[in-house]
């Protein structure tokens, strides 16, 4: 016998046996047929800028909900895509502006006031940061459960307000000093420039320290959602203080208390009988983004639990995952590189044995604050319980709380917050 004829013995053999395992049909690495409803491929034009495959389908809109929020179910590592970062206000189309009329001015408390331009802005020394936004609002099913009867499905609804890019521009620190500010300085009030020129107050220690006049988002410029030509980016302050389409700082002795963030942004405490009028940094947040609520696991066995956290305080240093409904935790891995005030990734092997299972993360910054229970947040956040929480018709921003995921015997996930 030839080697050629030995050869096709042997592949005989191994047909054979194989055989009795699976006739005609090839199966996925989880046990399900695959092959079975593949629509038809077309050939792809080249495109000048590129597009995504058409059978990719992650949207900021879900059908239920008009709001703009990032589809963090199908994220995977921490950058956002430009195009997937949430946009906050949904109501209004984002400014058409002209990069080469476009000035920036920064006046108030300072000795030599000055006008700026793009083209200017991008001769001065650059640094380049990833960095999370997240508006106050986000993380708060309850709201949504006052207005529709029903806590939010998906992790799109539940934490969508929330997004990490890669953001170039100049340090607003050395703009400042070249205006000279003055010693009596406190407060800076940053200003947009769409028709209601959106204004808010920021202190100067944070303005001095690490905040982005951004042009550039994740290797391009900033898009129109985002603020083109420019924006500002406070690295772990509520959304609200990232002012985009930024045309204006003035420096204060003083917040220039405007009307958003006297009427909209405080938060009320009943304990206190007091508002709390300015709130800066973001507390420790964690959600698993899979499996989560609205998707559905086909098959028992072996998942990747994975999820981001992230913390207006600092870097993750900690994140742990329980599978039995919180009665034990463990150590989660976190993808490097772990980064201040950006969103980290975390994974966790889990192999679900068909029986319910609560889901749920938690975690831990390197100022060592720890994402509290939804109880837990009524408690620090002004001495009221969770039926305060379920029911108040005051605005409760900045919830943290843990999210858990129910995962029932047919393989469904739903939000069991409550
Ligand atoms: N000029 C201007 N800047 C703004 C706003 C606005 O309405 N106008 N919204 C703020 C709020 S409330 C949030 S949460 C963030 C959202 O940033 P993004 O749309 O890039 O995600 O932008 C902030 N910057
Ligand atoms: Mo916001």
């Known amino acids: 016998m030839n080697t050629k004829e030995r ?96 000035r920036l001015l920064i006046h108030g408390m300072v000795d030599r006031p000055l006008i700026f331009s793009m083209e200017e802005l991008k001769r001065l020394p650059s640094v380049s940061r990833i960095h999370f936004v997240e508006c106050a609002g986000s993380g708060d099913s309850l709201e949504e459960r006052k207005k529709n009867g029903m806590l939010a499905e998906t992790v799109q609804r539940t934490h969508g307000l929330t997004a990490c890019s890669e953001w170039t521009g100049v340090l607003l620190s050395m703009l400042l000093r070249e205006t000279g500010v003055q010693k009596e300085a406190t407060w800076l009030v940053a200003e947009g420039a769409e028709p209601r020129k959106r204004s808010k107050s920021i202190p100067l220690e944070k303005a001095m320290d690490d905040v982005l006049v951004a042009y550039g988002q994740n290797g391009e410029p900033v898009r129109p959602e985002q603020g083109y030509p420019l924006r500002l980016v406070v690295p772990g302050f509520e959304g609200v203080h990232n002012i985009k389409w930024l045309r204006r700082i003035k420096v204060l002795d003083q917040p220039s208390m405007e009307k958003e963030e006297t009427s909209h942004y405080p938060t009320q405490r009943p304990d206190l009988g007091k508002a709390r009028w300015f709130q800066f940094e973001m507390g420790p947040k964690s959600v698993i983004t899979f499996p989560s609520g609205g998707q559905r696991l086909p098959s028992r066995g072996f998942y990747e639990i994975t999820g981001l956290a992230w913390s207006g305080g600092g870097a993750i240093q900690r994140v742990e995952v329980s599978t039995d409904g919180g009665r034990t935790w463990k150590d989660a891995e976190l993808q490097e590189p772990v980064l201040r005030m950006a969103h980290t990734r975390f994974r966790f092997p889990w192999n679900w044995d068909g029986d319910e299972a609560v889901l749920q993360s938690r975690c831990t910054d390197d100022v060592e604050a720890i994402q509290p229970t939804l109880a837990e947040f009524g408690r620090i956040w002004g001495g009221v319980d969770s039926e305060y929480l379920k029911t108040t018709r005051n605005k409760v921003n900045h919830i943290n709380a843990i999210q858990p995921w129910k995962v029932s015997r047919d393989g469904s996930v739903r939000n069991a917050l409550l």
């Open 7 to 102: 050869g096709r013995r042997r592949f005989l053999k191994g047909g054979a046996a194989l055989a009795g395992l699976a006739v005609g049909e090839i199966r996925s690495a989880s046990g399900q047929a695959i092959g079975s409803e593949r629509p038809e491929v077309r050939p792809e034009d080249f495109r000048a800028y590129g597009e995504r495959s058409r059978f990719v389908t992650s949207v900021r809109r879900d059908p239920r909900n008009p709001n703009s929020r990032t589809p963090l179910q199908d994220s995977v590592g921490i950058i956002t895509p430009s195009a997937l970062h949430f946009m906050v206000p949904t109501w209004i189309d984002p400014p058409d502006i002209d990069p080469w009329q476009h």
